[in-house]
């Protein structure tokens, strides 16, 4: 069973910066399409970002576009989320998950994900 481990949460100010880290334990990682989820105290969890199996593809919900980047390193079988300009409204447990049924189709339903971590803590205040 592969698991995913999330790393690289914490507390920011506004306008910060963070870079959050999910390993995977096998290397089928490469074949499969990885994304971020979020959620809030009150919120669903939602997609935020994802990539296809060899890197070329990404998609964002529009709050994050132009602000997160989502980048795959298939050799340390590691996906990753470059966050700047943090916003209050970022602030929320942030998941990776993993699709391995697709390698390019990126789908935003969380129930389109067979794979997840336990998550990260993110919270951006002043």
């Known amino acids: 069973q592969v698991q995913l481990v999330e790393s690289g949460g914490g507390s920011v100010q506004p306008g910060d910066s963070l870079t959050l880290s999910c390993a995977a334990s096998?290397?089928?990682?490469?074949?499969?399409?990885m994304a971020w989820f979020r959620q809030g105290p009150r919120n669903q969890r939602t997609f935020i970002a994802g990539?296809?199996?060899?890197?070329?593809?990404?998609s964002y919900t529009g709050s994050v576009k132009g602000r997160f980047t989502v980048s795959r390193d298939n050799a340390r079988n590691t996906v990753y989320l470059q966050m700047d300009s943090l916003k209050p409204e970022d602030t929320a447990v942030y998941y990776c998950?993993?699709?391995?049924?697709?390698?390019?189709?990126?789908?935003?339903?969380?129930?389109?994900?067979?794979?997840w971590g336990s998550g990260t803590q993110v919270t951006v205040s002043s």
């Open positions: 990539i296809s199996a060899r890197g070329g593809f990404t």
């Open positions: 998950a993993a699709d391995p049924d697709r390698t390019y189709n990126i789908l935003m339903p969380d129930q389109e994900y067979e794979l």
């Open positions: 096998e290397h089928t990682f490469s074949n499969s399409i």
